[in-house]
């Protein structure tokens, strides 16, 4: 049974989907929800599924990303995950932290990767009058939103979309797409999973 911990740093819809799947025959069980914020509000939703929380606020550490990163690396240690998910975490981490966690480190992405790494992918898609949207799931490795893709969904943009309405559209795709790639990447494969 593979152990599974997840990083957020807000509401964290993506991980109760998440935890929501791991049951029954699943080949993984959530072991730690964690955050950089120890007031979000996934922690309480962590809570009430019955995970395990933790937080570590990064704002202490003023940007020291890898004092940050050595608190979070032993509070991870203790949980001691197989895979760490990245739902909603906001922090950049250190090649140090990705090359630590190399092969067993994933991460979901607003947008139709490689188009729109980074920040307000929505706007972005809209502003370039993109017919189509979506969102990966994806090794992470030292390169920001740039890893081995292992899922993608698509969604259409549609004619008065704003990046409110967008966002809602792929985050439901979202929703579907991550516990996918999770339970196939607990089973060891790395298949690409593309859903429509
Ligand atoms: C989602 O759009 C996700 O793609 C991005 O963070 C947003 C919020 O996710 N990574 P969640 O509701 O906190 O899971």
Redesign the pocket.
């Known amino acids: 049974m593979k152990r599974v911990a997840i990083l ?1 740093s ?6 109760v989907r998440l935890v929501e799947s791991m049951t029954g025959d699943h080949p993984a069980r959530p072991v730690l929800v964690m955050s950089n914020d120890p007031q979000a509000g ?1 922690l309480d939703k962590a809570r009430a599924l019955g995970v395990a929380t933790d937080a570590v606020d990064h704002r202490p550490f003023k940007g020291d990303r890898a004092a940050f990163e050595a608190a979070l690396q032993a509070k991870l240690e203790d949980a001691d995950p197989d895979i760490l998910c990245l ?2 975490f906001m922090r950049i981490l250190t090649p140090a932290f990705t090359q630590a966690w190399a092969g067993r480190m994933l991460n ?3 947008s139709l990767l490689p188009k729109y790494r980074g920040l307000d992918t929505h706007a972005r898609a809209i502003d370039a009058g993109d017919a189509e949207a979506g ?1 990966t799931v994806h090794e992470v490795t030292a390169e920001l939103d740039d890893g081995p893709i292992l899922g993608q969904a698509r969604v259409p943009v549609l004619p008065g979309d704003t990046p409110d309405t967008l ?1 809602a559209r792929v ?1 439901l795709q ?1 929703h579907r797409l991550y516990p996918a790639v999770l339970r196939r990447f607990a089973a060891g494969d790395r298949t690409p999973i593309t859903l429509t």
């Open positions: 957020l807000g509401g964290g819809s993506n991980m996934g739902a909603g979901i992405h607003p969102c966002a985050l979202e």
